[in-house]
């Protein structure tokens, strides 16, 4: 254990882990280890996490369960390598418009149909799997298809999942990159 921590520990808290406080420093320590707890809890006290454990507490993936537009075209150059199966979840006219190449399409996951069809693709794969998501329809933080695709297949057991992170949308940050294209089905 970190001495400055059992130090602390060793002056603050009395024998008997029960017991009330029986001077002024140990209520001030009292207090102040409460104040920490609850300014942690508020948010006001960054909380050390495991590295590519962090999330927005809007997304259900971790940083470790995301790619980067030029990581995963580097993936897609290595003809050494096993490349990840892509899958879109968007919407259909968009992925004729053009796509990650190789990405197969299972509906939008925002509509009951495009979950099914997805669920159903999904069940004959392996969970060693090396997956990867994306939509690309519009700002990822706003996009009605990425969060249900991925929940799901989250908790159909997958692996190697991970969503491909385009931030604005497929064509800024995909396309405008000079990443590879694939049109039509």
């Not at 259900?60 to 199966?85: M, N, R």
């Not at 979840?89 to 990405?103: E, I, K, N, Q, Y």
């Not at 069809?117 to 990822?140: Q, S």
Request: aromatic residues 8%; glycine residues 8%.
């Amino acid at each position: 254990m970190n001495p400055q921590i059992l130090s602390f520990r060793k002056r603050c808290v009395s024998p008997n882990s029960l017991a009330p406080a029986t001077n002024r420093f140990q209520t001030i320590c009292l207090v102040s280890a409460v104040a920490i707890l609850l300014a942690g809890s508020a948010g006001l006290v960054s909380v050390p996490v495991i590295e590519g454990q962090e999330k927005r507490p809007s997304d259900p993936w971790t940083v470790a369960q995301t790619i980067q537009p030029a990581e995963l075209a580097s993936e897609l150059g290595d003809k050494g390598g096993t490349p990840p199966a892509i899958v879109y979840v968007g919407f259909r006219t968009l992925f004729v418009g053009g796509h990650v190449p190789g990405a197969t399409f299972h509906g939008s996951a925002s509509t009951e149909q495009g979950l099914s069809d997805l669920n159903k693709w999904a069940e004959e794969l392996p969970r060693t799997t090396n997956l990867v998501i994306y939509c690309g329809c519009c700002p990822l933080e706003k996009c009605p298809n990425i969060r249900p695709a991925f929940t799901m297949l989250d908790k159909m057991g997958f692996k190697k999942l991970r969503v491909l992170i385009l931030p604005t949308n497929f064509a800024t940050d995909w396309a405008d990159k000079g990443c590879p294209i694939q049109k039509g089905m």
